[in-house]
Nanobody, 123 residues
Framework: QVQLVESGGGVVQPGGSLTLSCAASGRRFSMREMEWYRQAPGKERELVARISDAFIASYADSVKGRFTISRDNTKNTVYLQMNSLKPEDTAVYYC?????????????????WGQGTRDTVSS
């Protein structure tokens, strides 16, 4: 199972920027759909951004135009660039791998979660 390690979290003022990184182990990274989730205190974990194996990106409405997800398959790394940060972006951000697609029916290999990296946006 792929192992995921997030980094890049920190404390920024509203309007600032952070770039998160998620380093993945294993040899099947390029086959995986990668995602960033976040979970604020007392809130449910929510999907923030997704990037497919074909480099197709999608975003939650709350972060569209501000966040950019990207991946570098040569480094087995997915990134989340966060601009124009708002206090409501404060959360622990988790990297997630849905697992590689294994069958024509859409079955996937095991999902993997990172341990999270904290992003705090405050004045």
């Amino acid at each position: 199972q792929v192992q995921l390690v997030e980094s890049g979290g920190g404390v920024v003022q509203p309007g600032g920027s952070l770039t998160l990184s998620c380093a993945a182990s294993g040899r099947r990274f390029s086959m995986r759909e990668m995602e960033w989730y976040r979970q604020a205190p007392g809130k449910e974990r929510e999907l923030v951004a997704r990037i497919s194996d074909a480099f197709i990106a999608s975003y939650a409405d709350s972060v569209k135009g501000r966040f950019t997800i990207s991946r570098d398959n040569t480094k087995n790394t997915v990134y989340l660039q966060m601009n124009s940060l708002k206090p409501e972006d404060t959360a622990v951000y988790y990297c997630h791998s849905r697992g590689p697609v294994l069958t024509v029916e859409g079955a996937r290999g095991a999902d993997s979660w990172g341990q999270g990296t904290r992003d705090t946006v405050s004045s």
